[in-house]
């Protein structure tokens, strides 16, 4: 019988060059089909990867220039000339074997202003243990996001948002599962100053 440690090691070594999923624009704020059809898109992980030099324009990405492009950029607008609405309205949908990551902007209230000095994240947790011990919902540490952390290609970070379960909660009494019950948020003063067109770091390290 083959080695099942040895046949997951070739699999994640065969796979970790890239990731395929499906995309959808939607609006966030109504039950509409979504504003542009869903596509299926493969997300190189490096130049170097199998497709990466020739990737389609925002494909190969890092996750700081997602997020400066994507998701702070007030003025992008929907593609479809029946709605032209911007980021504040919609939702960013990325699916794979069955797991789902959305994406929303939200302005925060002016007395809950972030530092000016770059990205910052934390997380909320839903679970009703967290929900009944505090009003409002209990939130983690606001924690800033490195340049090796914002290097990540933006697929990795997909990636391990999907199949990473063995992460907990970042605050004392919360022992639920951050990919099952924690809703993440990052945010930002002042954007840092990002490369524009780097090479994503195949192997990251980001902060604990």
């Given at each position: ?16 060059h ?32 199998p497709?990466?030099?020739n ?45 789902r ?24 947790c ?5 929900a ?77």
């Amino acid at each position: 019988m083959a080695d099942l440690g040895q046949m997951a090691d070739r699999l994640w070594e065969v796979e970790s060059h890239s990731l395929r999923v499906a995309t959808c624009w939607k609006r966030g704020d109504n039950t509409d089909p979504p504003c542009q059809v869903p596509r299926e898109r493969t997300l190189p992980f490096h130049l170097s990867a199998p497709g990466g030099a020739n990737a389609a324009p925002g494909d190969l990405l890092t996750l700081g220039q997602f997020l400066q492009t994507y998701c702070f950029n007030l003025r992008r607008q929907c593609a479809n000339p029946k709605c032209r609405e911007g980021v504040l309205r919609h939702e960013q949908c990325f699916l794979h074997h069955g797991g789902r990551l959305s994406v929303r902007v939200v302005t925060l209230p002016s007395e809950a202003a972030l530092p000016t000095d770059g990205y910052y994240a934390w997380s909320v947790c839903r679970h009703p243990e967290c929900a009944r011990a505090a009003a409002p919902p209990r939130c983690g540490p606001l924690l800033p996001l490195s340049r090796e952390t914002l290097g990540i290609a933006f697929g990795r970070w997909i990636e391990s948002s999907i199949y990473n379960k063995s992460a907990y909660g970042r605050f004392s009494g919360c022992t639920h599962s951050f990919h099952e019950y924690h809703e993440r948020f990052i945010g930002q003063g002042t954007p840092p100053q990002l490369d524009p067109n780097p090479n994503p770091n195949p192997n990251p390290k980001p902060n604990p």
